[in-house]
């Protein structure tokens, strides 16, 4: 998660806490008036919960990703060092058979 995204969320949360207190303060008239102060809360929240959803899905990918590159080059280090012994060993029956 960039900075930038991490300094958003920081700042939603922020706002939701705001509103949160802002209605532990207040004393509802009315259900509307209830309702016109946690409509905001409950959009915000949402809001973070699937840009929330979103960047995990990415870190998952981007993890995933990595542990494909890992494997490849791994694959292909246990493969060279598989084939360096035998190299070797030609590189050695070539020289005895020059000397």
Not at 17 to 44: C, H, N, V, W
Not at 58 to 75: I, N
């Amino acid at each position: 998660m960039s900075k930038t995204e991490t300094l958003r969320q920081l700042t939603a949360v922020e706002r939701m806490t705001q509103q949160l207190e802002t209605l532990r303060q207040t004393k509802a008239q009315s259900a509307e008036e209830l309702a016109a102060i946690l409509e905001p809360l409950a959009q915000a929240m949402a809001a973070l919960t699937d840009e929330t959803r979103a960047t995990l899905a990415q870190l998952q990918q981007q993890s995933t990703q990595q542990v494909q590159t890992l494997d490849t080059q791994s694959q292909a280090l246990l493969h060279q060092w598989e084939r360096n012994p035998q190299e070797l060993r030609e590189a050695a029956m070539r020289l005895t058979q020059a000397s």
